[in-house]
T-cell receptor, first 119, second 114 residues
Framework: GAVVSQHPSRVICKSGTSVKIECRSL??????MFWYRQFPKQSLMLMAT?????????EQGVEKDKFLINHASLTLSTLTVTSAHPEDSSFYIC???????????????FGPGTRLTVL | GDSVTQMEGPVTLSEEAFLTINCTYT??????LFWYVQYPGEGLQLLLK?????DKGSNKGFEATYRKETTSFHLEKGSVQVSDSAVYFC?????????????FGTGTSLTVIP
């Protein structure tokens, strides 16, 4: 099936610093990418949706200036957590949908997630 | 609005037991329905899906049938294994061809004991 990678898998940073998380579709072109946040033992919370070459659409309550999303190409989206604080510590998961030999356009394919810990 | 309601867990079963995880949905149109599985510390993996009424999705011994009359998409497996221990999420996508967002259930944790 389709492969989506995320990097890094884990990151620990100091409060006040910025952290960038990359999400890549490895074998298909991702026209749309999604960023989720997951708290322990809870479901996924959609943060934003991004289409290649255009600005991301943020869900209500998500600060766009704090969570910067860039989807500059059909295979890469980045999420930058700016001026991170301990309450931003979470598991961040990206997903992608698009066109490829082994993808269906109605399905989201998920990355393995990034565990962010802010000290 | 659209929503997904999943059976609350956690669920603990002995190996080779029969598994059912209930999922019902509310949608205004004709959604596609999905089951995803999340192993500890990992992202979500697509387990199976169904795109229209009466379709049955199946994979790795798991099955789910899209029942429009009961708005349900229950996940079943005849004989679970220890390796099936994970969290299972039911989801729907209202407009599959426009890549609209997914609506996820709260997840059901399954533990299979030897």
């Amino acid at each position: 099936g389709a492969v989506v990678s995320q990097h890094p898998s884990r990151v620990i940073c100091k409060s006040g610093t910025s952290v960038k998380i990359e999400c890549r579709s490895l074998d298909f072109q991702a026209t749309t990418m999604f960023w989720y946040r997951q708290f322990p033992k809870q479901s996924l919370m959609l943060m934003a949706t991004s289409n290649e070459g255009s600005k991301a659409t943020y869900e209500q309550g998500v600060e766009k200036d704090k969570f910067l999303i860039n989807h500059a190409s059909l295979t890469l989206s980045t999420l930058t957590v700016t001026s991170a604080h301990p309450e931003d510590s979470s598991f961040y998961i990206c997903s992608a949908r698009g066109q490829g030999l082994r993808t269906s356009t109605d399905t989201q394919y998920f990355g393995p997630g990034t565990r962010l810990t802010v000290l | 609005g659209d929503s997904v309601t999943q059976m609350e867990g956690p669920v603990t079963l002995s190996e080779e037991a029969f598994l059912t995880i209930n999922c019902t949905y509310t949608a205004t149109g004709y959604p596609s329905l999905f089951w995803y599985v999340q192993y500890p510390g990992e992202g979500l993996q697509l387990l199976l899906k169904a795109t229209k009424a009466d379709d049955k999705g199946s994979n790795k011994g798991f099955e789910a049938t899209y029942r429009k009359e009961t708005t349900s998409f229950h996940l079943e497996k005849g004989s679970v294994q220890v390796s099936d221990s994970a969290v299972y999420f039911c989801a729907l996508s209202e407009e599959p061809n426009t890549g609209n967002q997914f609506y996820f259930g709260t997840g059901t944790s399954l533990t299979v004991i030897p």
